[in-house]
């Protein structure tokens, strides 16, 4: 099935492509850009993106390895009790009205 009219690109392209970078990097996190730049083609209008990221999600390929969740920018592991609070700080100019 074509999924992107605009570049010609189906839904068997997407998986190949999909598999063959999990295949190439099992640590790599796997992107629309990514996928779009492995077929050696761009995003156009945008328009089949849902169709496009529905594609990429059905796929078995895609999921992020184990060893890359819950990682911080740096690479250490995060805590989740270490994330930011939802209590929310009023500024000084609404604290002294």
Known sequence: ??????????????????????????????????????????ADCGGCMPLFLDTMRSSDNLEVPMQLRMLSADGTQVNVAEKRSKVRRKSKQIAAA
């Not at 992107?4 to 392209?13: K, L, R």
């Open 1 to 42: 099935m074509i999924v992107c009219h605009c570049t010609n690109i189906s839904d068997t392209e997407i998986r190949a492509a999909i598999d063959w970078m999990r295949t190439a990097d099992p640590q790599a996190i796997i992107t629309p850009g990514k996928v779009y730049h492995a077929l050696g083609k761009s």
